[in-house]
């Protein structure tokens, strides 16, 4: 008989869980707080006492385990440990049931395993705050635990019965998976097939493969055959944007079209914000009715949802949510435990508190990651570990603060205004963290932690997001290291303090430890030290560079090294780079990109252009823009328009958009798109070159030269593209600039005769 395993802690969701949503109850410790919480119970326990008892047990086809917090002998008495904060009589009633259900099956599988006839079963509720234990307990003979035992696994044993047939039906379908489309693109292959060896050697890959061959539905379908052939639990497919999910749900669509009796669950999952039916409400039962009798309704949701064979993007979670009464953003959450493929950004495996990588643990899962667009990681990942604070938003708490909140807060104040009369430049990094500072600011998120718990029902929104920015920077502090700094910025609008991190891989590194095989994949993941460096690649990670499927001939890849479009040059640049642009246009016209490192470059050559050449249609990136505005701007290349659009490079248009064919038939790119040059930029330079000796190309050049190919890449898109690139700058002459362009374009300089004379350096 085939085994279902299951935890106990899943196991007692599952089963136990009823009544409404209901997130009002006390602000959560910290995994740290919790950690140390559960150290100091245990800590204070007699020698024999036994710590993080492993325990297992079947029934039918399940097979339950699970880690037991502690066991008394000499009091035969087994111990659940919660950390809380605030008043434990706020406790929802339905979290003291779930409580309760997860000790007494930990006490029958101890039972089980230390043959006892009797066990006394205690909750131990231990207040972070206080550090004051709250113990209940019952005396339970080990019939009745095993009764409660097997109520639970009755409850549940239908649907393991069900997950193990979709198991079995899933990977006997997806083993005989054809590959969609009569053939592979050129490059498909190569892709998927590395794919696959990572999957088989259990290790992670770096994979660059030119932008037009069909990188999604080519790593699916290998990670797909995987699964079965592996003993995947599940694949995560992680975007940087939602155009890259809307083609993984694409590719999804294709490869389940393709396989008709495929069993495949494919589920994306969206932001609270962008979920929620009821922003005005609170996540309780008396203020949303959507919280209201939330797992009660939740089973049938559930069921329904898995048992329609649809794809359950945003807008189908939201129809099944919303028909029975549930919220769309938590009934998504808890589909993400039954699905095959989730699709999602990147914060839900690699953020801080990350749901799917914190699922992956809970619940022991085997998974494959795919993280598509790598080359945003970095960025991505240094925005995650990043927190900052602003002194005006302490000024303007302590302003209004409730009583038990003043001395806290102005203990903090003195602090800040300490740190600021050390500086007497605008920014400031400091060596270490501040002691005092950090003191200060822990105890301000001790005392509104506090508070809250006590006033749940009349919080502040101001006050929430000043405790959660604290929280966030609190718990940053607690790894600081070299991978990060701790810098003080001075404005005329006041100062912020924040702990930024430069390299990620300290935190990134756990993720990929946690996966089977993660898989970063990108046209422009060169060179692969610095994405393996700056992210924390584990030993033994793989490299492939796809071979392009294109053709140098289909590309005109022109430098125009006679302009220069450095800061100082930028005035002079202008006209020769419309010139320039008018000449190219004249020759073949068409629809065409222009690109600019900002948008005063922008506006200024755009301004120029339409004064010189009205003729040719223009338009125009908007500073501030919607949804809709990028439509508009993205739908004036059609197959029989001609004209440029202007815009910035690193923005909307610079990747993650297809124009095939007539659509787009060249780009002029205008800029090295070099990170500016500013004392953060400096001091993550500095700091790059003490790690990995490359502080210069680690900071700017490498990100730079990475969105110009990434912008080039929108101009050949299938095998009968052609179209022309111009790189306008001199420094795309130089051979380690050159090196950094995709080997099969072929780069030609401008003509030496031409009018345009060389700036000087």
């Not at 044993?157 to 069900?162: K, L, M, R, S, Y």
């Not at 005005?280 to 203020?287: L, N």
């Not at 600019?596 to 470059?601: G, H, I, L, M, P």
């Amino acid at each position: 008989m085939k085994k279902y395993t299951i935890a106990v802690r899943a196991l007692c969701e599952f089963t136990a869980k009823v009544g409404d949503l209901d997130l009002r109850f006390t602000p959560s410790p910290t995994a740290q707080e919790g950690m140390a919480g559960h150290a100091t119970v245990t800590g204070r326990r007699d020698d024999d006492y036994q710590r993080e008892i492993s325990l297992c047990g079947d029934f039918g086809p399940l097979h339950v385990r699970g880690r037991a917090d502690g066991y008394d002998p000499a009091r035969r008495q087994l111990e659940e440990i919660k950390t809380y904060r605030g008043d434990l009589s706020a406790m929802p009633a339905n979290h003291r049931q779930l409580h309760w259900a997860q000790a007494r099956i930990y006490g029958h599988l101890l039972c089980l395993q230390l043959n006892l006839p009797m066990l006394r079963v205690a909750l131990v509720y231990f207040d972070i705050a206080s550090q004051k234990e709250t113990v209940m307990h019952e005396e339970c003979t080990a019939d009745v635990l095993r009764l409660f035992f097997e109520q639970h696994c009755a409850l549940f044993i239908d649907w393991a019965e069900q997950e193990l047939a979709h198991r079995d039906s899933r990977d006997r379908q997806l083993a005989a998976m054809a590959f969609p489309h009569a053939g592979f693109r050129p490059g498909q292959r190569q892709l998927a097939e590395a794919m696959y060896k990572a999957s088989n050697r259990g290790c992670c890959l770096l994979a660059q493969a030119p932008t037009g061959i069909g990188k999604t539905v080519g790593s699916l379908f290998p990670m797909l055959k995987a699964t079965a052939a592996h003993g995947l639990d599940k694949l995560f497919f992680l975007a940087a944007k939602v155009p890259g999910r809307q083609m993984a749900l694409d590719a999804c669509a294709i490869l389940k079209n393709s396989a008709p009796l495929l069993p495949l669950r494919v589920l994306e999952l969206s932001a609270k914000s962008s979920a929620c039916e009821h922003p005005d409400k609170a996540c309780h039962g008396e203020s949303c009715p959507l919280a209201r009798g939330f797992y009660d309704r939740l089973p049938l949701a559930r069921e329904v949802a898995l048992a329609s064979g649809l794809i359950l993007d945003k807008e189908a979670v939201r129809a099944v949510a919303l028909q029975q009464g549930v919220c769309p953003y938590y009934l998504g959450m808890e589909l993400a435990r039954w699905s095959d493929v989730v699709i999602g950004d990147y914060n839900y495996y690699f953020d801080l508190s990350a749901m799917l990588y914190g699922m992956t643990l809970a619940h022991d899962w085997k998974v494959n990651v795919l993280v598509d667009e790598a080359h945003n990681m970095v960025a991505r990942a240094r925005g995650m570990y990043t927190a900052e604070l602003e002194h005006g938003a302490l000024k303007g708490l302590r302003k209004f603060a409730p009583e038990p909140l003043k001395k806290p807060l102005e203990r903090l104040n003195r602090q800040w205004s300490a740190l600021l009369k050390e500086q007497s430049d605008d920014y400031l990094v400091h060596a270490a963290l501040p002691e005092k500072f950090f003191g200060a600011l822990q105890g301000v998120a001790t005392a509104i932690g506090d508070y809250m718990a006590e006033h749940a029902a009349s919080l502040d929104e101001d006050l929430q997001r000043f405790y959660f920015d604290v929280l966030l920077i609190n718990r940053l502090a607690e790894s600081f290291g070299d991978h990060s700094l701790f810098d003080v910025s001075k404005t005329a609008a006041g100062s912020t303090i924040c702990i930024r991190n430069i390299v990620p891989a300290p935190f990134l590194a756990p993720r990929f430890e946690a996966s089977h095989s993660t898989a970063l994949f990108s046209a422009t993941l060169s060179p692969w030290n610095y994405y393996n460096d700056t992210l924390g690649m584990p030993p033994g990670t793989a490299w492939v560079d796809v071979e392009s499927p294109f053709l140098a001939e289909q590309l005109a890849v022109r430098v125009a090294d006679n302009i220069s479009t450095r800061y100082q040059h930028r005035a002079a640049s202008l006209l020769p780079i419309v010139e320039l642009m008018a000449k190219q246009y004249a020759e073949t016209p068409g629809n065409y990109l222009a690109f600019f490192s900002s948008f005063d470059y922008m506006e200024k050559t755009a301004t120029l252009f339409a004064q010189h050449f009205p003729d040719v249609p223009i338009w125009q990136q908007p500073r501030r823009m919607d949804d809709a505005a990028r439509t508009r701007f993205l739908g004036r290349f059609g197959l029989e328009t001609r004209g440029i659009g202007f815009a910035v490079l690193g923005g909307a248009f610079g990747e993650g958009i297809d124009l095939p064919g007539a659509r787009l038939i060249g780009a002029f790119i205008a800029t090295l798109g070099l990170p500016q040059i500013n004392p953060v930029n400096e001091q993550i330079r500095q700091r790059m070159g003490d790690i990995f000796g490359a502080g210069y190309d680690y900071t700017y050049l490498y990100p730079g030269m990475q969105k110009v190919v990434q912008a080039a890449g929108r101009v050949i898109r299938t095998q009968t593209d052609k179209g022309v690139v111009y790189l306008i700058d001199d420094r795309f002459a130089r051979p380690e600039v050159r090196q950094l362009l995709p080997t099969w374009w072929d780069v030609q300089l401008t003509d030496k005769a031409d009018k345009f004379s060389r700036p000087a350096a």
